[in-house]
């Protein structure tokens, strides 16, 4: 009776896959040329031209929303910057309107 440790399984599994799938993947550099593919800049160029073609509609809409996305862009920014600048300026005056009230 012989115990077998849970590494010499591992190893037995090891072996088994190596056998199985050895020479699988031996013919796959000749099944692809490179050379042959399209350079990138004319692949990515064709999705430019079918935006190029959309219709005015479309492109009336998407002024539409840009220009709303703007309006709606940044508020409370503008708060806060506001309310800085307002409190630098109180900072700045306080010596001279401080005396005319003390």
């Known amino acids: 009776m012989s115990v077998q440790s849970p590494l010499d399984n591992e190893r037995k599994n ?13 013919d796959w550099d000749d099944e692809l040329d490179v050379y042959s593919l399209p350079p990138r800049s004319e ?13 005015e509609i479309s492109r009336s ?17 503008k708060v806060l910057l506001v309310l800085f600048i307002s409190l ?8 001279i309107w401080s005396d005319m009230l003390f």
């Open 14 to 26: 090891i072996e088994e896959n190596e056998k199985i799938y050895s020479g699988q993947y031996d």
């Open 43 to 55: 692949v990515h160029h064709s999705g430019k031209l079918k935006k190029d073609t959309s219709s």
């Open 61 to 77: 809409k998407a002024k539409q929303k840009k220009q709303e996305k703007q309006e709606k862009q940044f508020p409370l920014v």
């Open 88 to 95: 630098v300026t109180i900072m700045i005056t306080y010596p």
